[in-house]
């Protein structure tokens, strides 16, 4: 029995004595002590002097035994949540009660003391429950997130996104992601091991850059509380290129004239593509293709503006009409091409050219008028 050694001159120090006397009172509860359990339900977040039950009541236990046994709370915890109104029979709610600062995840959320009554000594467990209030919207950590996505990505590639937090428990905790309507992406969503979620975006059109370089959009986490909560963050995805399209031509034919011996440097035409593409990408350069050896003497193109100028010597009697191609060219290889026609203009630089063809000889000072002198051939070549 443990009152052998209470006895005992163990028991010197006065705190060792106290603790003897912890049992001792436990040790009677177990063996004669009138005992009884109640167990409580009540909404966290209640105000201050709340009524969690009518203990008298419900111990059966009048007020007059209450007072006179001087009921009261024995706790372990450091918090003391409830306070035991003696007069009225009542437990009140004594302390701010937060379930998700108590219990955090763990459902269901309750904490237990004893009500203790002397002569004789009583002792009744009350177990306090507390319930969850949806009192937490789901919430990102920041409030944007940014993508750079190419659009050269393909349908199907996943972008994992940013979870919320909602602290409190079962239907009061994030049920669910929605992403605001887009024509690029639908949502997936998935379950962590511990029954988290989270979700990600996946392509399901690929994204242009020449027609939205940017894209905003939204997505919202909602709990299944009543009323319901949810918190949101912007995605913003900026589309990068890539080299999906050919330089374009404004023309598909440049027609222009020159002046024959026209001086070097004379402007004759510019041609003029465009890309759509951004940068290198769309970074032009022009040249001539494959010209026959002569006209890669005559004409010449600015790689930059497509300026044509000309080069060598205009000669229209040798080329009336000269057919050149001409080719854009991105810095990622992709081309076009266009013709350019010049003509070239005549100018009367050609004395007429006198070749005798016969020449009688000597001529008679009689001969008549009509006597064929000489055949001559006149060319101009203007
Ligand atoms: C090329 O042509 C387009 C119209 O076709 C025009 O808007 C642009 O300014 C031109 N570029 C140059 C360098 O002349
Ligand atoms: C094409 O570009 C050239 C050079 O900038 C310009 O002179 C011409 O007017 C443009 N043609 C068209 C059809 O826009
Ligand atoms: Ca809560
Ligand atoms: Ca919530
Ligand atoms: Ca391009
Ligand atoms: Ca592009």
């Given at each position: 029995m443990a009152f052998e050694g209470f006895l005992q001159p163990k028991c010197l120090k006065w705190r060792l004595c106290g603790l003897r006397w912890q049992v001792l009172i436990f040790v009677l509860y177990f063996s004669h002590v009138v005992s009884?359990?109640?167990?409580?339900?009540?909404?966290?977040?209640?105000?201050?002097?709340?009524?969690?039950?009518?203990?008298?009541?419900?111990?059966?236990?009048?007020?007059?035994?209450?007072?006179?046994?001087?009921?009261?709370?024995?706790?372990?915890e450091s918090i003391q949540y409830t306070e035991l109104k003696t007069e009225k029979g009542i437990l009140v709610v004594s302390e701010r009660i937060d379930r998700e600062q108590l219990c955090g995840d763990v459902t269901p959320c309750s904490f237990s003391f004893e009500i203790i009554l002397e002569n004789p000594i009583e002792l009744h467990r009350i177990t306090v429950e507390i319930l969850d209030v949806n009192d937490h919207a789901p919430a990102f950590p920041n409030k944007y997130?940014?993508?750079?996505?190419?659009?050269?990505?393909?349908?199907?590639?996943?972008?994992?996104?940013?979870?919320?937090?909602?602290?409190?428990?079962?239907?009061?905790?994030?049920?669910?992601?929605?992403?605001?309507?887009?024509?690029?992406?639908?949502?997936?969503?998935?379950?962590?091991?511990?029954?988290?979620?989270?979700?990600?975006?996946?392509?399901?059109?690929?994204?242009?850059?020449?027609?939205?370089p940017r894209l905003s959009l939204k997505l919202i986490a909602v709990d299944g509380g009543n009323p319901q909560r949810s918190g949101s963050v912007n995605i913003e995805i900026t589309v990068l290129d890539a080299n999906d399209n050919a330089p374009v031509f404004n023309q598909s034919v440049y027609r222009a004239?020159?002046?024959?011996?026209?001086?070097?440097?004379?402007?004759?035409?510019?041609?003029?593509?465009?890309?759509?593409?951004?940068?290198?990408?769309?970074?032009?350069?022009?040249?001539?293709?494959?010209?026959?050896?002569?006209?890669?003497?005559?004409?010449?193109?600015?790689?930059?503006?497509?300026?044509?100028?000309?080069?060598?010597?205009?000669?229209?009697?040798?080329?009336?009409?000269?057919?050149?191609?001409?080719?854009?060219?991105?810095?990622?290889?992709?081309?076009?091409?266009?013709?350019?026609?010049?003509?070239?203009?005549?100018?009367?630089?050609n004395a007429p050219v006198i070749n005798v063809m016969s020449f009688s000889s000597p001529v008679s000072e009689d001969a008549p008028p009509g006597t064929t002198v000489a055949v001559i051939n006149v060319k101009d070549a203007d």
């Open positions: 009884g359990q109640i167990r409580y339900s009540i909404p966290e977040e209640m105000k201050k002097g709340s009524v969690i039950g009518n203990v008298a009541q419900d111990l059966g236990l009048d007020l007059k035994r209450l007072r006179a046994g001087r009921a009261r709370i024995v706790t372990g997130i940014h993508f750079e996505i190419s659009e050269s990505a393909t349908v199907g590639s996943r972008f994992l996104l940013e979870s919320a937090e909602d602290p409190d428990v079962g239907l009061n905790a994030l049920q669910n992601y929605v992403l605001t309507h887009n024509d690029n992406f639908i949502l997936k969503q998935h379950a962590n091991p511990d029954g988290s979620k989270y979700a990600e975006m996946v392509l399901q059109k690929p994204l242009d850059r020449e027609e939205h004239t020159v002046m024959e011996n026209a001086p070097k440097d004379t402007y004759i035409t510019t041609v003029n593509a465009s890309d759509a593409d951004r940068g290198t990408n769309g970074q032009i350069t022009y040249s001539f293709s494959k010209l026959k050896g002569s006209i890669a003497d005559i004409f010449i193109i600015d790689e930059k503006t497509g300026i044509i100028s000309v080069s060598g010597q205009v000669d229209y009697e040798k080329d009336k009409k000269y057919e050149v191609r001409v080719e854009a060219k991105d810095q990622g290889g992709l081309t076009d091409s266009s013709k350019v026609v010049i003509e070239v203009i005549d100018v009367n630089d």
